[in-house]
């Protein structure tokens, strides 16, 4: 499909452009500020690299973990026996979703104390509904005719499931996973408040000690990081999802 | 009627099959059984609801059978391993079932993979497959099934389900979402490739043209999968079972029927025909002793030029070229006498113009000719009425 090719990968390239030039925009503008000795013990390379590395630690390890769940209760949820308790079980973790994503975080330390884990399972908690509900949409959307087809071929079930069901729900789950990970990137500041790092502690320090470069140094970065989260995740869409499909 | 099966021997037998459907009181399919010959394509037809597809699914037991025993080439499958089952058994549907994200030629190739074939004859049946079916391997094995048309889609839907070789074929309405020019294409089709192959197929129709078309036996399906008659589509048509049947099969069957002859059935009537090169003068003498008032033209090659009558010779032309009807009703022995009719009612001249392979002139059948014949088949059901009237008497006398 090398026609289709160009098609395929247009439009990618905006969103690198965008947070090309936001960075190059936050630079020269911090260039033209007069910083103090505070801001300037925020605003350097070593720290802004590893918050931001922290943050984008963060977002893609919860999202992994998401994925690692919800595909596989997914799957489990869209088997015939199951099928009919789908609805039900998507309701009750509907009402868990509820919580907010500060209040999850808030309960889980005052039972595991602070740090990275805290955060990474809050921010799983928060975002697991969302994609499972995605991967049983994505599952249930393929045409029962294929199923049939491949059972009527003598294919087992295992074998539908890998080779009909799953790739033909790929693009419904990889959309879910990307809206989750790119709203985790924005939730994923408040790790600052269990300990975790992240951008989130720019953003708070900006705030505590009114000094606006920071805080507006921390958002850019946030905002690029949520940017080029989608930029992935728009790359692996296009790559994993099943040719011939539109 | 040649016997196009392997006497005796059926391929599939299915005794006193049964499914009741979870919570339905009614069984949709009560204690069918039927046999299909080896090499036989046997249409399932019936009105909506009937149990057509449940029987079919029970065959290869995408629905489980409640009771009964389903025999495939002799032995018992009713509980065997239904997806090693599956892979001896092709399966054709409605929406051709295509794998949307697999090429055509991987689609084509999915059963002789699951055989565990190797992948050198797995690709060459891939190619052996389109070919069979009309389709350029060059040029459509690496598509995807939405850049085919919705015929192409259906051919290699019935592709795939021979590639694995299997000796039955289930065919679940396999054209009910065409259009009906290509749909009548996809039948002459299926024939064609039924004629190589020789598979036993069954196939579900509720279109009772397309069974008596496709079908060399006709199961005509009542209420919950009720047998009400089995048998040629000349049967069929011919001496309906019951009322039902009769009703069923509806208005037009004597037409039908016809549908069911080929042209080389009737004697083609000689005609006095004239070669294009010939003196007018004598052509009219001839047209003047003709029982019809005509005479047909041939050609070097004799192939049919045009019909001319008296008025065509009045004055007399200098020489024959261009004079007359054009003689374009032509059929070959291949055709229909409901072809025949079709073409006769829509074109003037004496009749059809039966030519062989070459467009050689071989005869012309008429009215009278067709005629003639549904006459025949009219005297022989009734015979066959008196004679079954009589078997019933005296079985009864001896009971
Ligand atoms: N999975 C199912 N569960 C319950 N009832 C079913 C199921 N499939 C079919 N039925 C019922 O069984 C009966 C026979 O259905 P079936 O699909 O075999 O009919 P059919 O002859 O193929 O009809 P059609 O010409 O409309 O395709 C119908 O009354 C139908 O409602
Ligand atoms: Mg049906």
Redesign the interface.
């Given at each position: 499909m090398s026609g289709g090719g160009r098609g395929r990968w247009a439009g990618l390239a905006a969103r690198p452009l965008v947070v090309a030039l936001l960075l190059g925009g936050l630079w020269l503008w911090l260039r033209g500020q007069e910083l103090d000795s505070i801001e300037r013990r925020t605003i350097n390379a070593d720290y802004l690299l590893r918050a931001t590395r922290e943050h984008l630690w963060l977002t893609v390890v919860a999202t992994l973990a998401v994925a690692a769940l919800a595909l596989p209760l997914g799957v489990l949820l869209t088997r015939p026996a199951l099928r009919r308790v789908a609805p039900g079980v998507l309701t009750v973790l509907g009402v868990g979703q509820a919580v907010p994503a500060y209040g999850v975080m808030v309960l889980l330390t005052l039972r595991f104390g602070v740090g990275f884990r805290v955060a990474a399972v809050a921010l799983v908690a928060y975002s697991l509904l969302p994609v499972l509900r995605n991967v049983v949409t994505g599952i249930g959307q393929v045409?029962p005719?294929?199923v049939?087809?491949?059972?009527?071929?003598?294919?087992?079930r295992a074998?539908v499931l890998w080779?009909?069901e799953l790739?033909?729900a790929v693009p419904v789950v990889l959309t879910g996973l990307r809206t989750a990970m790119v709203i985790g990137a924005g939730v994923a500041t408040l790790a600052t408040f269990v300990g975790a790092g992240g951008l989130g502690d720019i953003i708070i320090n900006g705030i505590k000690l009114g000094r606006t470069p920071v805080l507006v140094t921390g958002s850019v970065l946030c905002a690029c990081v949520a940017l080029a989260l989608d930029w992935a995740g728009a790359v692996a869409e296009r790559a994993l999802s099943?040719?011939?499909?539109? | 009627m040649p016997d196009r099966t392997d006497a005796g021997r059926p391929m599939l037998r299915l005794r006193e099959l049964t499914k009741r459907y979870r919570g339905q009181d009614r069984p949709a399919v009560d204690r069918l059984s039927l046999d299909v010959a080896a090499g036989e394509l046997m249409v399932f037809v019936g009105p909506s609801g009937c149990g057509k597809t449940t029987t079919l699914k029970m065959i290869n037991r995408l629905v489980e059978p409640t009771s009964g025993s389903i025999e495939l080439d002799g032995e018992d499958v009713t509980h065997v391993d239904p997806n090693r089952l599956r892979r001896r058994i092709g399966y054709v549907i409605q929406q051709t079932g295509l794998l949307p994200h697999l090429t055509v030629g991987a689609n084509v190739a999915l059963v002789p993979r699951l055989l565990g074939w190797p992948s050198a004859r797995v690709r060459a049946r891939v190619d052996e497959m389109l070919e069979l079916v009309g389709l350029d391997p060059a040029e459509h094995r690496d598509r995807y099934p939405r850049e085919l048309s919705g015929g192409q889609q259906q051919r290699v839907g019935v592709a795939r389900a021979l590639a694995g070789d299997p000796p039955v074929l289930l065919m679940d309405e396999p054209f009910g979402a065409t259009d009906p020019l290509t749909r009548e294409r996809l039948q002459n089709e299926l024939l064609r490739v039924q004629a190589e192959v020789r598979k036993t197929i069954v196939l579900v129709t509720h279109d009772i043209d397309e069974a008596i078309k496709l079908g060399d036996r006709i199961a005509v399906f009542g209420e919950r999968s009720r047998l009400a008659q089995v048998g040629t589509p000349d049967e069929v048509l011919g001496r309906p079972a019951d009322p039902y049947v009769k009703r069923f099969v509806g208005a037009g069957a004597s037409l039908k029927r016809l549908h069911l002859v080929r042209l080389d059935a009737v004697p083609a009537r000689p005609f006095p025909t004239a070669r294009v090169t010939d003196d007018p003068a004598l052509v009219r003498d001839l047209v003047v002793r003709s029982r019809s008032g005509s005479v047909l033209l041939l050609d070097a090659a004799e192939r049919p030029v045009a019909w001319v009558a008296a008025d065509d010779l009045t004055p007399l032309p200098a020489d024959l070229a261009g004079v007359g009807l054009p003689a374009t009703a032509t059929l070959t022995a291949e055709a229909t006498l409901h072809d025949a009719l079709d073409v006769m009612l829509g074109t003037d001249g004496a009749g059809v113009i039966l030519v062989d392979g070459d467009g050689r002139f071989r005869g012309v059948v008429g009215l009278d000719e067709v005629m003639a014949h549904v006459a025949r088949l009219h005297a022989e059901s009734r015979r066959h009425d008196v004679a079954a009237a009589a078997a019933l008497g005296s079985a009864e006398g001896a009971a």
């Open positions: 045409d005719a294929l049939e087809a491949g059972r009527g071929m003598g294919m087992s074998a080779r009909i790739p033909l099943p040719r011939g499909v539109s | -």
